[in-house]
């Protein structure tokens, strides 16, 4: 079995889904940390030819604090409006705003839960078939951090294979999942582009980007541009 996991982002980029797609379980790390200004509740779209970064409204943000205790803001119609501005006349407009719209005016208050719905969703428009289960119900409260509890998330699951972005070079090491009889892999974004209005591809922007953009079929294509190593 594959195992995949990371903390819950607001319509990431389009690496997360090749991952999504790469592995039989996503866990969405809600029990991790909350980190100020990094992209859990952001992410960039195209406006006028430029990366233009939207920010989901977060309440109850303090030091240490979760992001399975954090509370969605009052913004999102805000944001609505600024992707209906930038996508209205994008090819694919039409079958994923209503999606996004949707998402954005659910009705739930826990951020974990809120992007979760997000991913499950987006990830049912993609035709990904992964299971996804969130950490806080798998693993529960633990003193576990970093490449022990990514290994005891492995365990728990019965995996004999982990994939994670190429970032995570930096933290975990192959010899000590081999030692535990998990293979690790890295996945790293290959080449990635498409035709975006009539600007300079502008890339790395949200998964928003690229369904206003592609069709499902020219998307399932775009999940495999990926690099295992």
């Given at each position: 079995?594959?195992?995949?996991?990371?903390?819950?982002?607001?319509?990431?980029?389009?690496?997360?889904?090749?991952?999504?797609?790469?592995?039989?379980?996503?866990?969405?790390?809600?029990?991790?940390?909350?980190?100020?200004?990094?992209?859990?509740n952001r992410n960039y779209i195209l406006i006028d030819?430029?990366?233009?970064?939207?920010?989901?409204?977060?309440?109850?943000?303090?030091?240490?604090?979760?992001?399975?205790?954090?509370?969605?803001?009052?913004?999102?119609?805000?944001?609505?409006?600024?992707?209906?501005?930038?996508?209205?006349?994008?090819?694919?407009?039409?079958?994923?705003?209503?999606?996004?719209?949707?998402?954005?005016?659910?009705?739930?208050?826990?951020?974990?839960?809120?992007?979760?719905?997000?991913?499950?969703?987006?990830?049912?428009?993609?035709?990904?078939?992964?299971?996804?289960?969130?950490?806080?119900?798998?693993?529960?409260?633990?003193?576990?951090?970093?490449?022990?509890?990514?290994?005891?998330?492995?365990?728990?699951?019965?995996?004999?294979?982990?994939?994670?972005?190429?970032?995570?070079?930096?933290?975990?090491?192959?010899?000590?999942?081999h030692k535990e009889g998990i293979e690790l892999n890295?996945?790293?974004?290959?080449?990635?582009?498409?035709?975006?209005?009539?600007?300079?591809?502008?890339?790395?922007?949200?998964?928003?980007?690229?369904?206003?953009?592609?069709?499902?079929?020219?998307?399932?294509?775009?999940?495999?541009?990926?690099?295992?190593?």
């Open positions: 079995m594959i195992v995949g996991s990371n903390q819950p982002y607001l319509f990431p980029y389009i690496g997360y889904w090749q991952l999504m797609n790469a592995v039989d379980y996503y866990v969405i790390s809600d029990s991790m940390n909350f980190i100020r200004h990094g992209y859990i030819g430029e990366r233009h970064r939207f920010t989901l409204e977060v309440l109850g943000v303090h030091s240490d604090t979760l992001i399975n205790e954090i509370e969605v803001g009052n913004n999102s119609k805000k944001i609505l409006k600024s992707i209906f501005c930038a996508y209205k006349k994008s090819p694919y407009f039409e079958e994923v705003y209503p999606m996004v719209e949707q998402i954005l005016l659910n009705n739930e208050k826990n951020l974990a839960k809120y992007i979760g719905y997000s991913i499950e969703k987006v990830a049912d428009y993609l035709g990904i078939d992964t299971k996804f289960i969130y950490l806080s119900e798998l693993q529960g409260k633990t003193p576990l951090r970093g490449q022990d509890r990514t290994i005891d998330i492995c365990k728990r699951l019965n995996a004999d294979s982990f994939i994670n972005p190429i970032g995570g070079q930096e933290i975990y090491d192959k010899e000590d999942f890295f996945l790293q974004v290959g080449d990635v582009e498409y035709k975006q209005f009539n600007n300079e591809f502008v890339p790395n922007l949200s998964i928003l980007d690229v369904m206003m953009f592609n069709s499902k079929e020219d998307i399932k294509e775009l999940q495999t541009k990926y690099i295992l190593s």
